[in-house]
């Protein structure tokens, strides 16, 4: 969806907040790291050569004397907590929180009150820079324009209308898609400005959904627009509580229950939102609120997670005492905001298109047992192999793998499909009369007839027939990931029937057929 024409956006940075999240002192060499990989680094590890999703072992490699430090969200959430309330009092009364470091706000409101965008830069920087912390600032006409002027030098104002313009020299990489990084520069499209003059209908059919919303991002289109419209009253939750709780314990239970709640009475509307808003009342009155983003993508336990992480901020800055009374919060909301129809992102694991409550209430306590990845579902994708026509994703998340093309897949096995796909393939060794292995030719040709076949290193039993060699050559546009392969099956005569891939003349059992 594009937004409406003229709207512009503000962005906040706060640069290396992870970093500073963690504490660490500013000419110390750190890196904050998650699942193996690089989220932030200091200025002086990064003038070491170290880089954001860099591994740890290259970064270590790269940097003597590292100091490696696992990502804390929840400490990031609550030390980014007074830097949310100092804006909103003193600049903005109402932003996004896009991650704790980086907030969004419509800018159009804001800069006519304090007399121009200009005027609106130099008083959110001076708000947070009062706490102690770095910030730049970008505006810009849409949210992905807006945070890449902030990272400019001391941040930006990038023209009404010259977006397209202005991210025109920037290079490809700079949109944060793996796939188009590699494969645009080996069409000679090394910069946004000529991703940009492809037309969308050729970047749709070679490049699927990934690369057309890039595209979009591209030719300086808002895709999402950043908005503070009057939230989806009818689809509020909410709790009172009588006494007031002034624990924050039992306010995420309850926050669980009504994130539950709330994803039903959004899901028997048959709509999802793009943030959700939490109100949180006190014993005397007063009104806080919090807006996360969601985009139908967190989970119950998610939401509460987010809003244990501002009432512990909260709680421990002070901001829920009351002066000479009880302490406590009174009542607590939840807000659904950027209502839009569900195209039902979770499927179920027998072909319902959403999942039963109940089924992710069980799923998630598996999970929190056994492991994330404990409890998966199925999501088809496109592909010719057995193995690549569908992913397993762990319940609860938002498949961010590639999106299912239904092709025509040429090349692809025809039915009947094996009744096994091996998830790591096994090593095999198919010869021929002399004991010699059988190799395979540019033009598909057998350079002796198959007579044995072993797996996994084991005695190999006579072949009584085959199919094939076909020849198939996958993800031609990906260097890292292209390869020329041939594919056979194979019976033999113990009643198997296999099939067969040979990659860089070695043979490998990909499948059985029972």
Do not use: K, N
């Amino acid at each position: 969806m594009i937004g409406l024409a003229g709207a512009r956006v503000v962005v906040v940075w706060v640069p290396d907040f992870p970093v500073l999240a963690c504490g660490a002192a500013d000419d110390a060499p750190v890196a904050v790291v998650y699942r193996d990989a690089v989220v932030a680094c200091s200025a002086s590890a990064r003038a070491a050569g170290v880089r954001r999703r860099m591994r740890v072992r290259t970064a270590l490699a790269r940097c003597h004397g590292l100091r490696v430090v696992e990502r804390d969200l929840a400490a990031e959430v609550r030390r980014f907590e007074p830097v949310i309330r100092r804006v909103e009092e003193e600049v903005l009364p109402r932003l996004e929180v896009i991650r704790p470091g980086l907030i969004a706000a419509p800018a159009r409101g804001a800069s006519r009150y304090w007399g121009g965008e200009q005027q609106l830069r130099v008083r959110l920087v001076d708000a947070v820079t009062g706490l102690g912390l770095p910030a730049q600032v970008g505006i810009a006409g849409s949210t992905f324009v807006a945070a890449l002027a902030a990272r400019r030098e001391t941040g930006m104002i990038v023209p009404a209308g010259e977006d397209a313009a202005w991210l025109s020299p920037y290079p490809v990489g700079v949109l944060g898609v793996p796939r188009l990084t590699e494969l645009l520069p080996q069409l000679g499209i090394r910069t946004i400005g000529a991703f940009a003059r492809l037309p969308a209908g050729r970047v749709a059919e070679r490049l699927g959904v990934d690369g057309l919303a890039a595209h979009r991002i591209a030719r300086g289109e808002v895709t999402r627009p950043v908005t503070v419209q009057v939230p989806g009253e009818d689809y509020a939750v909410g709790r009172e509580f009588e006494p007031a709780e002034a624990r924050v314990d039992p306010l995420v239970f309850v926050a669980v229950e009504l994130a539950d709640e709330l994803h039903v009475r959004l899901g028997g509307a048959g709509v999802v939102c793009a943030r959700v808003e939490a109100v949180v009342e006190t014993t005397d009155g007063r009104s806080m609120t919090r807006l996360f983003r969601h985009e139908g993508r967190l989970s119950s336990r998610a939401v509460a997670e987010r809003l244990r992480g501002v009432l512990s901020a909260w709680s421990e800055a002070g901001v829920l005492d009351v002066p000479g009374g009880e302490p406590g919060v009174r009542r607590l909301v939840l807000r659904p905001e950027g209502l839009a129809p569900d195209a039902g992102r979770q499927q179920a694991f027998a072909g319902e298109r959403d999942t039963p409550v109940e089924v992710e209430r069980a799923a998630a306590r598996v999970q929190a047992m056994l492991g994330h990845r404990a409890v998966t579902r199925i999501t088809e994708t496109g592909g010719r192999g057995p193995s690549d026509r569908i992913r397993l994703v762990p319940v609860g998340d938002v498949d961010e793998g590639p999106s299912r093309m239904d092709g025509p897949w040429l090349g692809s096995l025809p039915a009947p499909h094996p009744a096994a796909v091996y998830p790591v393939r096994r090593a095999a060794r198919l010869t021929g009369p002399d004991g010699s292995l059988v190799g395979v030719s540019g033009r598909m040709e057998l350079s002796a007839e198959p007579t044995s076949l072993g797996i996994d290193g084991r005695r190999g039993v006579e072949v009584t027939g085959w199919a094939g060699p076909w020849p198939l050559l996958e993800q031609w546009w990906d260097r890292e990931g292209v390869r020329r392969i041939a594919r056979m099956q194979v019976t033999t005569d113990d009643g198997h029937a296999w099939l067969l891939l040979v990659d860089h003349s070695r043979w490998w059992v990909e499948a059985h057929y029972g």
